[in-house]
Antibody
Framework: QVQLQESGPGLVKPSETLSLTCSVSGGVISRYYWSWIRQSPGKGLECIGFIYQSGSIYYNPSLKSRVTISVDTSKNQFSLKLSSVTAADTGVYYC????????????????WGQGTLVTVSS | DVQMTQSPSSLSASVGDRVTITCRASQSISTYLNWYQQKPGKAPKVLIYAASSLQSGVPSRFSGSGSGTDFTLTISSLQPEDFATYYCQQAYSTPWTFGQGTNVEIK
């Protein structure tokens, strides 16, 4: 059973960088895709990006200039950095394991962390 | 980006009712459509992937259908634990996008 746990500051000042880490247990991080998703009252659920073995990374174009996703296989963790944050970046941030089926390349988010609330405020 | 529109935004139903939620994509997404259930304070949980494949461990009262632009999630007999918000998500093209959600409430 794969388990994910987000960690990081719950309060970030405007213009600073939001940094979160997702610790994975019960699964080898190098074998799967891993995603970051956020949820806010204004924008609903939004996919931030995903990573696979460090060599394949996708960022949502709406955030691409500010986002970095990386993976540390030695610690079985992956991370999110979002720079120059504003109040619009306030929300609950989730990390999730992303499965791709062997047929048809169907992707879906099958294991999620509990989520962490990040508030951007001075 | 592919826009996903769910209807209704909310509904009231009783235990035992058959419930249908609709999701429409702004362009054809074949069957690259997933359904999630979210309860207050919890992360979403996948119910259906690839439009109609039931995720392991999910009760068989949940089913999905559709292809192209129109999809449905059906709960054949609503149970007390099914009161939640349901989201569709397309994984046909990046960025993956979600519907706005359908809140299923107790009548």
């Amino acid at each position: 059973q794969v388990q994910l746990q987000e960690s990081g500051p719950g309060l970030v000042k405007p213009s600073e960088t939001l940094s979160l880490t997702c610790s994975v247990s019960g699964g080898v991080i190098s074998r799967y895709y891993w995603s970051w998703i956020r949820q806010s009252p204004g924008k609903g659920l939004e996919c931030i990006g995903f990573i696979y073995q460090s060599g394949s990374i996708y960022y949502n174009p709406s955030l691409k200039s500010r986002v970095t996703i990386s993976v540390d296989t030695s610690k079985n963790q992956f991370s999110l950095k979002l720079s120059s944050v504003t109040a619009a970046d306030t929300g609950v941030y989730y990390c999730a394991k992303t499965t791709m089926t062997t047929y048809g390349a169907y992707y879906y988010l099958d294991y999620w962390g509990q989520g962490t609330l990040v508030t951007v405020s001075s | 980006d592919v826009q996903m529109t769910q209807s209704p935004s909310s509904l009231s139903a009783s235990v035992g009712d058959r419930v249908t939620i609709t999701c429409r994509a702004s362009q054809s997404i074949s069957t690259y459509l997933n359904w999630y259930q979210q309860k207050p304070g919890k992360a979403p949980k996948v119910l259906i992937y690839a439009a109609s494949s039931l995720q392991s461990g999910v009760p068989s009262r949940f089913s999905g259908s559709g292809s192209g632009t129109d999809f449905t999630l059906t709960i054949s007999s609503l149970q007390p634990e099914d009161f939640a918000t349901y989201y569709c998500q397309q994984a046909y093209s990046t960025p993956w996008t979600f519907g706005q959600g359908t809140n299923v409430e107790i009548k």
